[in-house]
């Protein structure tokens, strides 16, 4: 039975989220989303610009050093919250698509839930997995080569009679 999107997004909401989570969220999206446009990097080119530009007008003095140093600074400390409240929600969102397509598929079930291991936990399985990957790859040339064999033999075997 299918899920549509709609009824997917209303199971997934919970029932008692936090007013303030929500609104964070919703600003933390619309300020991600916002960054990231063209527009917005034009508008920062232009702030630095006017900076720049009115140097001589105040000296170069101190202050004038002092508004775009903090301006930055403020800017920065904000945009790292902001921007990363998506990232991990986008995150654990794929986290949770991943694990689902792993639990309906022939891979291992095991690996549902690695995200909440050590680095070294995770570098051990990532290890296994790709010795695991390189035995499949011997596995296979093997019996290509074998079958390859098994051809010419039959080849060779029809050609006798």
Known sequence: MAIKKGEAQKEAKPQNGGGF???????????????????????????????????????????????????????????????????????????????????VSTAHNSFVGIEHLTDEELEEIRIKCERRAEAEKVGEASVKRTGEKAKVAADYAVAAE
């Open 21 to 103: 989570s929500r609104l964070f969220g919703d600003v933390a999206n619309k300020t991600s989303q916002a960054a990231g446009r063209a527009s917005a990097f034009v508008i920062a080119a232009g702030v630095v610009i006017v900076w720049a530009v009115t140097g001589p007008m105040f000296q170069y003095s101190d202050t004038w050093q002092l508004v775009i140093n903090t301006g930055t600074t403020i800017v920065t400390f904000l945009m790292v919250f902001l921007i990363q409240n998506p990232q991990n929600r986008d995150s654990a969102a794929i986290q949770v698509k991943l694990d689902e397509l792993i639990r």
